[in-house]
């Protein structure tokens, strides 16, 4: 059996996951996402990863089902298809909402360093405990800390995520994971120093955290990527009730979840 011959036949052997890592490796070699969607469009016609990703799991499936009655084999190629379909949209998911989060907590941690500097300068350097002041740095010191537990658990859900449908891989692009933890230890940097602030001009200090908030709030944000995945897989399968359905039911979770958090506050 030659070279060629032996390759074509473990393409063949390949899982859904294995799919779907193989074309991650070739998509992190270009860092970024935006680079290597460039790099899809710059080819005539443009490539379409999906739709290599999704023969490729055909293929494989009917060949593991050879010989086997027709209506085992299209319900092998038909939950093939669905998880390697729904893996690549997880990953897609997953990259574009830590992008997303990124811009955000790059403005909102800039306005925290900005507002904690005023602070700290007031009274040409001295920092008088009026009502005021105290409570605009202890408002300072709670929500810069809010910010590090939804980077925290933001981590933690895309953690949970890979292990679960990657093998533990990394679905973030390389340039991006990095970016992450720069963020996230900018963050941490501002949260630590409002802290401090807080401390030396005698604000109270802060009640205890609920030890499980940071694994709710993680549970929450993997819902946030794998349900939509899962709506977008089906709907992209010709299922579009099954989608609909799907995405109703984690929109109505929002909803709950953000009225549940109305009430509490």
């Known amino acids: ?70 209506e085992f084999v299209d319900g092998a190629v038909r939950s093939d298809l669905r998880e390697t379909v729904f893996r690549f949209e997880l990953v ?42 105290l409570r605009r740095l202890e408002l300072c010191r709670s929500l810069t800390l809010v910010r590090v537990n939804e980077l925290l658990a933001s981590r933690d859900a895309r953690s949970s995520v890979e292990a679960r449908y990657l093998d533990g891989h990394s679905a973030l692009f390389p340039d991006v994971a990095a970016a992450f933890e720069e963020q996230l230890r900018r963050s941490q940097e501002i949260a630590v120093m409002a802290m401090r602030a807080a401390e030396l001009d005698g604000v109270e200090p802060a009640l205890p955290e609920d030890p499980d908030a940071l694994k709710l709030r993680a549970g929450e944000l993997v819902a946030d990527l794998v349900e939509p995945a899962k709506s977008e897989t089906l709907d992209k399968l010709g299922e579009g009730r099954r989608a609909l359905e799907t995405a109703n039911a984690w929109v109505r979770t929002r909803l709950a979840r953000t009225a549940a958090g109305a009430h509490g506050g």
């Open 1 to 70: 059996m030659t070279l060629d011959r032996r390759l074509a036949r473990i393409d063949e052997t390949l899982s859904p996951t294995q799919l779907v890592l193989r074309w991650l490796a070739e998509a992190h070699s270009y860092g970024d996402l935006v680079p290597y969607v460039a790099s899809l469009l710059a080819h005539d016609p443009p490539v379409a990863p999906l739709d290599r990703l999704a023969r490729e799991a055909v293929h494989g499936a009917r060949s593991a089902m050879r010989g086997k009655r027709p």
């Open 92 to 133: 897609m998911r997953i990259n574009v909402t830590t992008n997303e989060l990124l811009d955000r907590e790059e403005l909102i941690a800039a306005l925290f360093a900005s507002q904690l500097a005023m602070l700290l300068n007031e009274g040409g350097g001295k920092r008088p405990p009026d009502d005021s002041h």
